[in-house]
């Protein structure tokens, strides 16, 4: 304890952990502030700035306390740096509990770093599975489940995950008493990604507005074309363009698979799987813009960056946008970038978790470029389809999306996640 406030830990690594803190860090400024005090413990997992540094920024996260520089590596060294790094600002701090989100090395390393030291570990995302041990996050979700005191789940499916692995699963959001890790408490309390999406919607529109993506993205290029950015020509408008972002191991640095993903991206971006082509909207995260000269065909690579080229050197014939489709890359997004674009897309095709997720969020239907995803709910709704990096299961998916109309049922909570976590961590019964 410091004073008479509990003293949490929170670890992030990557970015998607970094939003989901916000819903932390906010929850304890407005409502936890004379009972919660937090530390925040940055790995560095991603290390690029467009990637993790302006997320606090944006999202008025404080500041790290402590950031591990950890960078790339393979999974052994850098888990190994993280734990030893997290041990030591434990061994400093003394927190009353720490807190991990999702699947990441990260997530492993603190979970490993707290329970070797007896420092209770409360796991937000927990009981999700995608049932495929090849994946190194379903390993680091289950060993991060089975070393915490606290589980907080996010769908009613996790619940029943973490059930048949003999949890006792609470009954209602009231605290359990004395809980350890032989005794943890699991708690269905809805989740923090679908707090942060309604908190940060309007923000988004005013922060990052849709139509000014790509003259920030393309400056340069912008100015050559300012008079069809005046007329306003050259923007993205709200249905007329598709998502897709690509970033997982599995995907990218298998050549055969890259190459299935973005010929079909190339294809519904051009029109030739069948139907009027559309602007295919990809903001390139570090690991696939390194992959992409090297693993793609040569001609395919071409029709790729086509598009961005043209943007680029101002080299446009005449018309719109979107009498020019094609596969259009970006930067990585920001926070706010990256909610205007899944609110404006017609269509989300991507192999993240959590874009697939934000995707319902904002009622979008998904591709899931994977055979299977933890968020099992949107795919048996029929708001998401599994297509793996499968040409034909891509297009089919696609056209299958165009043709009929998706329920979105309400699966993730009523957007006081943040709120009901601290709740339960402070030992104070939360009520409506």
């Known amino acids: ?25 906010r929850a304890i400024k407005n409502a936890f502030t004379g009972r919660i005090v937090e530390k925040i413990l940055h790995t560095g997992q991603h290390y690029d700035t467009n990637m993790s540094e302006v997320f606090f920024s944006e999202m008025g ?64 995302e927990a009981g999700l599975r995608s049932f495929n041990k090849a994946m190194p996050e379903e390993i680091n979700r289950i060993m991060c489940d089975h070393a915490s005191t606290w589980l907080f789940v996010p769908t009613i499916a996790g619940l029943k995950n973490l059930k048949k692995e003999g949890f006792d699963v609470a009954d209602s959001i009231i605290a359990k008493k004395n809980v350890t890790i032989d005794n943890p408490g699991v708690y269905h309390t809805g989740d923090v990604m679908y707090d942060n999406s309604l908190y940060f919607s309007d923000v988004a529109e ?47 640095d298998y050549p055969e698979r890259l190459n299935a993903i973005f010929r079909a991206l190339a294809d519904i971006a ?17 690991r696939t813009e390194k992959m992409l000269e090297k693993a793609l065909d040569p001609m395919l690579y071409e029709r790729v960056v086509r598009l ?33 674009l899944e609110k404006g897309a ?12 934000e995707a319902f969020f904002f009622r979008k239907p998904s591709l899931i470029l994977r055979h299977e995803t933890e968020w099992v709910e949107i ?5 998401a389809k599994l297509v793996d990096a499968d040409y034909n299961s891509i297009i089919g998916g696609y056209f299958e999306f165009l043709s009929k109309s998706v329920i979105y049922p309400e699966i993730f909570g009523d957007g006081r996640a943040a709120e009901k976590i601290l709740s339960i961590i402070s030992g104070t019964d939360f009520s409506n």
């Open 270 to 286: 051009e029109g030739t799987a069948g139907e009027k082509g559309v602007t295919v909207v990809v903001p390139l995260h570090p």
């Open 346 to 357: 017609k269509m989300v095709i991507t192999d993240s978790g959590g874009v697939q997720k």
């Open 61 to 124: 996260i404080p500041a790290p306390d402590y950031n591990l520089n950890v960078g790339s590596a393979t999974h052994g060294s850098q888990t190994a740096l993280m734990i030893s790094g997290i041990e030591k600002v434990l061994v400093a701090e003394k927190p009353d509990l720490i807190i991990l989100f999702g699947d990441t090395n990260s997530t492993l390393a603190g979970a490993i770093a707290a329970s070797k030291l007896h420092v209770p570990v409360a796991h937000i």
């Open 308 to 340: 961005r080229d043209r943007i680029e050197t101002g080299d446009f014939l005449s018309g719109a946008l979107s009498d020019n489709p094609g596969v259009l890359l970006l930067p990585p997004a920001s926070f706010f970038e990256m909610i205007s």
């Open 379 to 383: 795919v048996e709704c029929g708001a």
């Open 1 to 25: 304890m410091e004073g008479n406030r509990l003293k949490i830990l929170t670890v992030v690594g990557a970015r998607p952990q970094i939003i989901k803190a916000a819903a932390i860090s």
């Open 206 to 252: 005013e922060k990052a507005p849709l139509g000014g993506i790509l003259r920030k993205t393309f400056e340069n290029g912008y100015r050559r074309l300012s008079a069809a950015d005046r007329a306003g020509e050259w923007h993205l408008k709200q249905g007329e363009y598709i998502l897709a972002t690509i970033h997982r191991d599995n995907n990218t």
